[in-house]
């Protein structure tokens, strides 16, 4: 079971067996629409989602990327929205410090963020899809054709779609 076509293309590359592979969208992210009904309070802004590139020892250049998201940004709003495994404290006074005004938040929904933003920015985060899924204007490390490509269909159906298949597969076993 995958999220997209284009996930399907990329394992079937991979060497997976085409006959083997069925999309059928990923339950986190076939219905994004949803986040669009929340209670955030800001709307048309700049959101930037960080990712502990550091925390798991890849190394990050932080200062230069908020530089990057503030030149961007062109003097528009901005909000940080942590990554919950990165160090908070040290982020928060690097924000302080290159972006100077932004608004910072530790918790609250990513999601919901995205989509009361204009654009966003991350690294190398799943909140891609999110931003992608809801047409903003969304800056990745990921080569933006890649993500497109691989995003997750919106079907709102994907664990009933998961299920069929694993109901096809038992009764093809011939399991009870």
């Not at 800001?42 to 990712?51: A, K, W």
């Not at 204009?118 to 047409?135: E, H, K, P």
Request: charged share 25%; glycine share 6%; proline share 5%.
């Amino acid at each position: 079971c995958v999220a997209s076509d284009g996930y399907r293309d990329l394992f079937i590359g991979k060497g997976a067996k085409a006959e083997k592979i069925v999309v059928t969208g990923i339950p986190n992210f076939d219905h994004c629409e949803r986040y669009r009904d929340n209670s955030f309070p800001h709307r048309h802004y700049v959101l930037v989602c960080t990712s502990p590139l550091r925390e798991v020892f890849r190394g990050e250049d932080r200062p230069s990327f908020i530089r990057n998201a503030v030149a961007l940004a062109n003097g528009r709003p901005m909000i940080f929205k942590f990554h919950p495994n990165e160090d908070l404290v040290r982020a928060e006074k690097e924000v302080r410090q290159y972006a100077p005004g932004a608004l910072t938040f530790r918790d609250r929904s990513a999601e919901e963020m995205i989509a009361n933003c204009d654009v966003l920015i991350t690294r190398y985060s799943s909140t891609a899809f999110v931003g992608l899924a809801l047409g903003k204007e969304t800056y990745s490390d990921f080569p933006a054709d890649d993500l497109r490509r691989l995003l997750p269909v919106q079907n709102n159906a994907a664990a009933a779609n998961i299920a069929e298949v694993c109901r096809r597969v038992i009764a093809d076993r011939g399991i009870q």
